[in-house]
């Protein structure tokens, strides 16, 4: 069963609106971390925001954040604000903190984002 | 900084041949990954190791095989490439018993192709 999911395979947004980039997630480990990366043309993998299953409020990293829905197991990310430079591939992933080992992660398919002007 | 290098950012081979991915990283680091990241399927998880000479088979380990004979390295190793071996291979790692929110630092990647 797929335990990332990222139903979008690619978005657009206009320069200065914000987007939300959508990922549901499955696990039955009650203690898991959810993250989200950026990966631009480049290819470096850049870590954004982090979202702990325990943790009350949603995350926020300067004009990042989380809607984190823990009944609906999703973690979806919210760019605000949008520039140019946003353009990029971005991928959820989750890591099981009780039934994972070496704090490896599991990703999603990603989504590919376009900011156009 | 973590500095995680791979030592080729592009590499051609031929079918049959024996290739090795190479991957440094200077943090000290226990746990080590490869990934291998392919349009529409995301990152997947090839093979990974917290210790030195231990290892894991992740979701997608065959035809691939590793090797960490020191702390710093570990390499991917495709013992006979084949061309749906084409792919880009990311190489992370982590410190054992970091909090569970650390990230997974990356390195560049290393483009595969096979001819």
């Known amino acids: 069963a797929q335990k990332i999911t990222q139903t979008q395979p690619g978005m657009f947004v206009q320069e200065k609106e914000a987007v939300t980039l959508d990922c549901t997630y499955d696990?039955?480990?009650?203690?898991?971390?959810l993250f989200w990366y950026k990966q631009p043309s480049s290819g470096e993998m850049i870590f954004l925001i982090y979202q702990g299953s325990y943790d009350q409020q949603n995350a926020t990293e300067g004009r990042y954040s989380l809607n984190f829905q823990k009944a609906r197991k999703s973690a979806n990310l919210v760019i605000s604000a949008s520039q140019l430079g946003d353009s990029a591939m971005y991928f959820c992933a989750m890591r099981e903190i009780n039934t994972g080992t070496a704090s490896k992660l599991t990703f999603g398919t990603g989504t590919r984002l376009q900011v156009t002007l | 900084d973590v500095k995680v290098t791979q030592s080729s950012r592009y590499l051609v081979k031929r079918t049959g041949e024996k290739v090795f991915l190479e991957c440094v990283q200077d943090?000290?680091?226990?746990?080590m990954f490869w990934y291998r990241q392919d349009p529409g399927l995301g990152l997947r998880l090839i093979y990974f190791?917290?210790?030195?000479?231990?290892?894991e088979k992740g979701d997608i380990p065959e035809g691939y095989s590793v090797s960490r004979e020191k702390k710093e390295r570990f390499s991917l190793i495709l013992e006979s490439a084949s061309t749906n071996q084409t792919s880009m291979y990311l190489c992370?790692?982590?410190?054992?018993?970091?909090?569970?929110?650390?990230?997974?630092?990356f390195g560049n990647g290393t483009r595969l192709t096979v001819t």
């Open positions: 992370a790692s982590s410190a054992q018993g970091a909090p569970s929110n650390s990230p997974l630092h």
């Open positions: 943090m000290d680091h226990e746990n």
């Open positions: 190791s917290y210790d030195v000479k231990m290892k």
């Open positions: 696990t039955s480990d009650p203690s898991y971390g």
